[in-house]
């Protein structure tokens, strides 16, 4: 079964503006991922939080992490057309095997130009 | 280096017919795995590896095989293929915590 469920399933803006995207899971984790996939291949690292982080940076990229809540949130800022993929969220239970990761079922963004 | 290579992109089957999806990495990572992804249900994890020789079920195995004789070989064989597995399948090999994927294999069944 699904460990992670995006929200929104689906979302467009215009290029320049700011897409979160939301995941939640159901069990203790290690460590919560984000992968992007552009249409028609492979999925692309982009970042990992570990369970004792809150928040991290990565250039564009803002990931927060409430485990009390067992959410994370993606932000991507001042988006550009070329951020137009679908972006899943991934996570190693607490205690699970190690590198074994569960991926949600993925937001699709579409940044209009 | 190539990274995470698939072979073959593309196949049609007819049903009860079998084949292997080959994958191959050149990063010497311990941890291999083959996932499927289906609309709207994320990726699902069929089989997976902890270095050469070893192999373990994940999420949904049934219906395949899987070999690891090479380390930097993953092997997945469907010995009579259903309709149910039409699917794209995408391996990954992993060093660290984060994935490095392959490119997919989109395999249909008719």
């Known amino acids: 079964s699904q460990q992670g469920e995006e929200d929104p399933q689906a979302l467009s803006i215009q290029e320049g503006e700011n897409a979160t995207m939301n995941c939640s899971y159901k069990?203790?984790?290690?460590?919560l991922q984000w992968y992007r996939q552009n249409s028609g291949r492979g999925l692309v690292h982009l970042i990992l939080i570990r369970s004792n982080e809150r928040e991290k940076h990565s250039g564009r990229l803002r990931v927060t992490l409430d485990t009390s809540k067992k959410s994370s949130s993606l932000l991507i800022t001042a988006s550009r057309a070329a951020d137009t993929a679908s972006y899943f969220c991934a996570t190693v239970p607490k205690g699970g095997a190690t590198n074994k990761l569960i991926f949600g079922t993925g937001t699709l963004l579409a940044v209009q130009p | 280096n190539a990274g995470v290579t698939q072979t073959p992109k593309f196949r049609v089957l007819k049903t009860g017919q079998s084949m292997t999806l080959l994958c191959a990495q050149d990063?010497?990572?311990?941890?291999m795995y083959w996932y499927r992804q289906d609309p709207g249900m994320g990726l699902r994890l069929i089989h997976y590896s902890v270095g050469e020789g070893t192999t373990a079920k994940g999420e949904v195995p049934d219906g395949y095989n899987v070999s690891r004789l090479k380390k930097q070989n993953f092997l997945l064989g469907l010995e009579s293929a259903a309709p149910s597995q039409t699917s794209v399948y995408f391996c990954?090999?992993?060093?660290?915590?984060?994935?490095?994927f392959g490119p997919g294999t989109r395999l249909t069944v008719t």
């Open positions: 990954a090999s992993s060093h660290g915590p984060s994935m490095r």
């Open positions: 069990t203790s984790i290690n460590n």
């Open positions: 990063m010497n990572h311990e941890y």
